[in-house]
Nanobody, 125 residues
Framework: HVVESGGGLVQAGGSLRLSCAAS?????????IGWFRQAPGQAREGVSC????????SYSDSVKGRFTLSMDSAKNTVYLQMNNLKPEDAAVYYC???????????????????WGKGTPVTVSS
């Protein structure tokens, strides 16, 4: 499973780093790990995904250039570095994972099989 951490309160323009620690599998295997977010009253949306197969990443247009997804195979952890945060980035952020065979289906919540409980991010203006 996956466990998120690192959420909190930050001012607009600030930065946060979210962590997603995975257990039950290793990054030597081929998985897709993604970050998703859900604001109140809105659908869950894909933010960024990475594959442990070769480290390829994808980003939503709304975060491209501001967020960076990386992984540390030794720690079985994925990091989402969020810079220049905006009030519209405020949401509960979830980490999720699925097998690499689903990579071609895109960074979509419908594709993911295992979910963390989420970590809240609040951005004050």
């Amino acid at each position: 499973h996956v466990v998120e951490s690192g959420g909190g309160l930050v001012q607009a323009g600030g930065s946060l780093r979210l962590s997603c620690a995975a257990s039950g599998f290793t990054f030597d295997e081929s998985w897709v790990i993604g970050w998703f977010r859900q604001a109140p009253g809105q659908a869950r949306e894909g933010v960024s995904c990475i594959t442990t197969y070769d480290g390829s990443t994808s980003y939503s247009d709304s975060v491209k250039g501001r967020f960076t997804l990386s992984m540390d195979s030794a720690k079985n952890t994925v990091y989402l570095q969020m810079n220049n945060l905006k009030p519209e980035d405020a949401a509960v952020y979830y980490c999720a994972t699925t097998r690499f065979r689903n990579w071609y289906r895109g960074c979509s919540a419908r594709v993911m099989d295992y979910w963390g409980k989420g970590t809240p991010v609040t951005v004050s203006s």
